[in-house]
């Protein structure tokens, strides 16, 4: 099993900026990617960005050119630093980390809430 511990949420303006970290712990080896999702009441849960342990990124269209995701491999710990923040950006984040062993076996922290007022 896979433990993930998210911080780093809060309240912030429009144009504000916010860094989330995610360490993971437990049995690690192995994991693939790590990643955050964001879900805003009522919506489904969507990708915001990712990142593998040769650190190639993915990002959601909406937050491209604004958010970071890196990650420290020797910390198992991934980090989402978010600038210009929107309103709409407005959501509970959630740390993902993935391994793939044939299937696709999903961890999730349990979630921090961002959100920025206009």
């Known amino acids: 099993q896979v433990q993930l511990v998210e911080s780093g949420g809060g309240l912030v303006q429009a144009g504000g900026s916010l860094r989330l970290s995610c360490a993971a712990s437990?049995?690690?080896?192995?994991?693939?990617?790590m990643g955050w999702y964001r879900q805003a009441p009522g919506k489904q849960r969507d990708l915001v960005a990712v990142?593998?342990?040769?650190?190639?990124?993915n990002y959601a269209d909406s937050v491209k050119g604004r958010f970071t995701i890196s990650r420290d491999n020797a910390k198992n710990t991934v980090y989402l630093q978010m600038n210009s923040l929107k309103p709409e950006d407005t959501a509970v984040y959630y740390c993902?980390?993935?391994?793939?062993?044939?299937?696709?076996?999903?961890?999730w922290g349990q979630g921090t809430q961002v959100t920025v007022s206009s």
């Open positions: 993902n980390a993935k391994r793939i062993i044939g299937i696709v076996v999903d961890y």
């Open positions: 437990g049995s690690t080896l192995g994991i693939n990617s």
């Open positions: 990142i593998t342990t040769g650190r190639n990124t």
